[in-house]
């Protein structure tokens, strides 16, 4: 188990930011003491995992692409989920953007190819003369 604040520099044009958590549990324990550790980690299963949690993430290309919120991917032996919540995004092209807000997102691979997909938030449509576009958006699949 690690935690702490990230930060992603040197890159012209790209910003990276937030805060990180990472687990990894192969131990078939669901609770670890670790010497010199203020507390034991409850990792919640004993089964295999690897989990890395981030809060206030934001991710910036140069005015062009932005994504921010609190994302969690999970990996078990046999799946791979990834959940979101207060995402924000937008991509640009000159004064065009499409842009989500308030968005959250559920999403789950399996082993075997199968996987299930919930993503909502609200979507706009902005800088086209004569033209708006908002409204909520929902995508499910299964």
């Keep these: 188990y690690a935690a702490g604040t990230a930060a992603l520099s040197g890159i012209p044009a790209l910003t990276l930011s937030g805060t990180l958590a990472v687990w990894a549990n192969t131990t078939g324990q669901s609770e670890i003491t670790f010497p010199d550790f203020a507390e034991s980690v409850d990792f919640g299963t004993a089964a295999p995992f690897f989990a890395l949690r981030g809060t206030a993430l934001t991710l910036a290309i140069d005015g062009f692409a932005s994504l921010s919120g ?54 706009a449509l902005s800088g086209i003369p004569a033209l708006t576009l908002s409204g909520a958006l929902a995508v499910r699949a299964n």
């Excluded at 995402?87 to 082993?111: D, K, N």
Aim: aromatic share 8%; hydrophobic share 45%; charged share 10%.
């Design 70 to 123: 609190d994302f969690t991917f999970v990996s078990v032996p046999d799946s791979l989920s990834l959940t979101g919540s207060s995402i924000e995004a937008a991509l640009s092209a000159g004064p065009v953007s499409v842009s989500v807000s308030g968005g959250t997102l559920a999403m789950v691979l399996f082993a075997d190819g199968t996987y299930a997909l919930n993503a909502e938030g609200t979507a």
